[in-house]
């Protein structure tokens, strides 16, 4: 049993009060902390938020819980401070409150910069009796980032480096590990802040940009549950079920195992996509896989009165996928049923650009160019209209390499064109990333950088 939440406090929060460790998977994302009174227990919930359901023992807590968390549209990355020279040299101090936040911060890190964080540290004491011990301690150090590492699947983030300030616990230049935290500030110092990484501070503040669509993407027997942010495509979760044949005479068999796999599906529906923030659910499929899915679903919604599903039917958008696989869900995202739902989301404006793009390849070649080079031979000729780059470039270890894509980027801007960057977590940064990662279309066309090459070559004969 779930109370509906009180109204929110002056700093955001709001409290849900419930029987027991099963908290709705609508609620779960934006809890901070739960205080059981009848077991006197208290502890912050870590991010990912897990969901407490069958995996958590209902045994462990009896009594009244009370789940603080944040009001819908506030998890967005805070900017605490922001001090910038006129040289562009300088720092700012974020507080990350949400999974793909800790993605935004991957992006600003680079190999060299300054980052100030909480951490903890294994410090060796000795008694006055002489007997060593070690005990973990949580200080504040400035690391010279030298590694930087993402785990995309946990959205984790951990950095190593050397230390620059003197520490009561840690040696200068000793090697320390920093993994970022929710919900603990982070301060992030450089000698040059470029465009590009000033537009992802904003983004990353932006309450606007949030997992606003979710998809499902299945055929018989596998099915990806999956949040489309602005940023990444997030699969939540994988079911697969092994479906026999149908046999002449008996299906009985097939039937039950495809009525098992559809109820993993809803299930996994119900844990993972919170409705209070999701505009629309695609669910694409082969056949009428999905057809079959849906009717399933509302089926055993009316049966249990499950008040979750049957409020929200109307964000249910059924479309064609070629399979249940990941990369089937670009074929969903540029249905054109989708396209006219989704226009005022974020997602759909990536996806779009890169569908036009591809049109543009098909019919007038000389006005889509990809590649760099060739990218750039158009924007020398203000002919870009739309750039289309992703944030991978933007990564490179070779300060002279990234400084040409910023300089692209800025030259576009401009010139009064369009620059849309592609997350390489998206499934359209992917596919753009097999076209080097940096394309454009054009205002009028232009003649290939290869053609004219072959004509300097021949006046040269």
Not at 117 to 138: D, H, L, P, Y
Not at 153 to 175: P, S
Not at 309 to 328: D, I, M, P, T
Not at 410 to 422: A, H, K
């Amino acid at each position: 049993m779930l109370v509906p939440p009180v109204p929110p406090f002056k700093n955001g929060l709001f409290c849900f009060v419930t029987e027991s460790w099963a908290i709705a998977p609508t609620h779960a994302p934006y809890l901070d902390l739960c205080v059981c009174v009848g077991g006197g227990l208290t502890f912050p919930i870590s991010s990912p938020i897990p969901y407490f359901g069958e995996e958590t023992s209902r045994s462990t807590c009896r009594g009244v819980h009370f789940c603080f968390g944040r009001s819908v549209g506030e998890a967005r990355m805070k900017l605490v401070r922001k001090d910038i020279e006129k040289d562009n040299a300088g720092q700012v101090t974020l507080i990350p409150e949400e999974a793909e936040d800790m993605w935004h911060a991957y992006n600003l890190l680079q190999v060299g910069d300054s980052l100030r964080a909480s951490t903890f540290r294994k410090v060796q004491t000795e008694s006055s009796t002489g007997s060593v011990g070690s005990n973990r301690i949580r200080t504040t150090l400035t690391l010279c980032v030298e590694t930087i590492d993402f785990d995309s699947q946990a959205c984790q983030l951990r950095v190593k480096g050397t230390n620059i300030q003197e520490n009561e616990y840690v040696k200068m230049g000793a090697y320390h590990t920093i993994e970022l935290e929710p919900n603990r500030q982070f301060t992030l110092a450089k000698k040059q802040w470029d465009s590009v990484m000033l537009d992802r501070i904003e983004q990353a503040c932006d309450p606007g940009w949030s997992a606003d669509v979710a998809a499902v993407v299945m055929q018989e027997g596998l099915a990806h549950v999956c949040l489309v942010t602005p940023s990444m495509t997030l699969t939540r979760a994988k079911i697969e079920v092994n479906i026999p044949r149908k046999r002449r005479g008996n299906c009985s068999q097939h039937d039950r195992a495809l009525e098992r796999f559809y109820e993993q599906v809803m299930q996994a529906i119900q844990r993972h996509i919170s409705f209070d923030v999701v505009k629309c659910v695609l669910v694409a499929s082969p056949g009428f896989v999905r057809e079959q899915f849906c009717d399933y679903m509302f089926q055993q919604a009316v049966k249990t009165d499950n008040k979750l599903l049957l409020e929200n039917r109307s964000k249910f958008l059924q479309v064609h996928a070629s399979s249940g696989h990941k990369y089937a869900l670009k074929e969903a995202l540029c249905d054109p049923a989708v396209t006219s739902r989704l226009a005022d989301t974020k997602a759909a404006g990536e996806v779009k650009a890169l569908d036009d793009f591809y049109k543009m390849l098909q019919h007038e070649p000389d006005r889509a160019f990809y590649g760099l080079k060739h990218v750039e031979k158009a924007n020398e000729a203000m002919a870009i209209d739309t750039l289309l780059i992703s944030d991978e470039l933007f990564r490179h270890q070779d300060v002279a390499t990234r400084s040409r894509y910023v300089k692209l980027v800025d030259s576009v801007r401009e010139n009064m064109g369009t620059v849309r960057f592609f997350s390489s977590l998206h499934v359209s940064g992917e596919q753009l990333g097999q076209l080097t990662g940096v394309a454009a279309i054009l205002r009028f066309p232009v003649a290939e950088l290869s053609d004219q090459e072959d004509e300097s070559s021949s006046e040269e004969d």
